[in-house]
């Protein structure tokens, strides 16, 4: 666990690339990647900071992305970018250069959208 590492990509495109690997227990066309145990315990919360696991924001207790599961996940960077992998409906959701003031509805936005299907 390193406070602050992050993670440097440079497209929506890479950025939702990782996100589906978190979801797909870190295998890609059934290769790991990742190894299985690491992205297990990257949702689990680390003991200095019960919000974050490994390299990714929780919302455990629902508070923090209201708009998401409590299962959810979140990459969260400079700039307004984010990453929600969102396993209870199999989605990787990335916004980018949105002013973090917008998240709650335009997730509430796109959950609308996600249980309408």
Known sequence: F??????FASSA?????LGQL???GGTH??????PA??????GQPVAIA????????LNRDGRSFPAASREA??????GGHLVWMEPAHDAVIVLRWLDPVAWPAVMASIRSA????
């Not at 066309?29 to 990742?34: H, K, P, S, T, V």
């Not at 996940?73 to 400079?78: E, L, P, Q, T």
């Not at 996600?114 to 299907?117: G, Y």
């Open 2 to 7: 390193e406070w602050g590492g992050g993670v």
């Open 13 to 17: 495109r890479d950025l939702a690339r």
């Open 22 to 24: 978190m979801l797909d």
């Open 29 to 34: 066309q059934g290769r790991a990647l990742l």
């Open 37 to 42: 145990d690491w992205v297990r315990r990257r």
């Open 50 to 57: 019960p919000f974050y696991g490994r390299l990714v924001w």
């Open 73 to 78: 996940g979140f990459m969260v960077g400079a």
């Open 114 to 117: 996600l249980s309408a299907t």
